[in-house]
């Protein structure tokens, strides 16, 4: 992330018993413009949040909602304990910044600016892995499909390589897609030369 979020509008749910930390981080996160509710019951769905901030010295693994990855929000844990099982716990859910307890307005800010931060870079690197798994998964067409070309045009393998990847990059469609074209039968094998 290159710049540092604006809050005004945010919602986020404090999943945390009542107390003096938790009235300190709700004033803080009111000055920051972002409305938060507290309760300490499960959260149903991700959506009804922005931001999530969790005690992570009484939560329970019910108390996050399921996720296809660790978080579906910037997720910050308030912790008051060293316990590694804890912390653990805090990580497994996918929290990107800790709040240590007794609550300090100043560690407040900055801790969401890194939550989501980081949570930011994890969506964009499971969505580039998505995007490589899925060119793998492809990749079978592109060798099929230069197979082709090489029975077809009588070509080496490098030969019916560049002939691919030119009809591709002149087409301005990837690789994979070209390849599905050709053994689709949607086109002619491309020229060569």
Known sequence: MS???NF???RAVILHREDGNTE???RQLGLLGIDATR???PLKAWAETDLVVVDADQGWDDLLPQANGPSCKPLVALLGSEAPG???WAMGKGASAIISKPVTTS???PALVMAVSIHEERVAAADKM???EERIRMRPL???AIEKLRAGRGLSEEEAYAALRSCAMQRRLTMEQIAGIILGGAEPLPEVG
């Open 3 to 5: 710049r540092t979020p």
């Open 8 to 10: 005004t509008g945010w």
């Open 24 to 26: 300190r981080l709700e």
């Open 39 to 41: 309760r300490w019951e």
């Open 86 to 88: 804890r912390i653990a």
């Open 107 to 109: 560690a407040v800010f």
């Open 130 to 132: 998505c995007h490589l």
């Open 142 to 144: 592109v060798h099929a």
